[in-house]
Nanobody, 115 residues
Framework: QVQLVESGGGLVQAGGSLRLSCVAS????????MGWYRQAPGKQRELVAA???????NYADSVKGRFTISRDNAKNTVLLQMNSLKPEDTAVYYC?????????WGQGTQVTVSS
């Protein structure tokens, strides 16, 4: 069964940290570019961070220097380490896997940052 399962969201105070995890199954993980997106209430879904099938990464300007994306191909896992969290980081965070015509999404995990 092809699926992406996220975990690690929660409630944290501003300045705190969270680590999101996404485990993929049913795909050849190492072929896929992986990304984390987020969607806040009333806003469009936006790219937060992405890592290619190699090791190239890119980040939204709003999270550069605070968030780090990494992947472990042996564990079919992509992580998002989020530090120095701000209230504006509050959103549902989604894991994405992309390869040619295949575009997969997880169910999302809520991150809430209190001021």
């Amino acid at each position: 069964q092809v699926q992406l399962v996220e975990s690690g969201g929660g409630l944290v105070q501003a300045g705190g940290s969270l680590r999101l995890s996404c485990v993929a199954s049913g795909i050849i993980f190492r072929f896929y570019g992986m990304g984390w997106y987020r969607q806040a209430p009333g806003k469009q879904r936006e790219l937060v961070a992405a890592v290619s099938s190699g090791t190239s990464t890119n980040y939204a300007d709003s999270v550069k220097g605070r968030f780090t994306i990494s992947r472990d191909n042996a564990k079919n896992t992509v992580l998002l380490q989020m530090n120095s969290l701000k209230p504006e980081d509050t959103a549902v965070y989604y894991c994405n896997a992309a390869y040619h015509n295949s575009d997969l999404w997880g169910q999302g995990t809520q991150v809430t940052v209190s001021s």
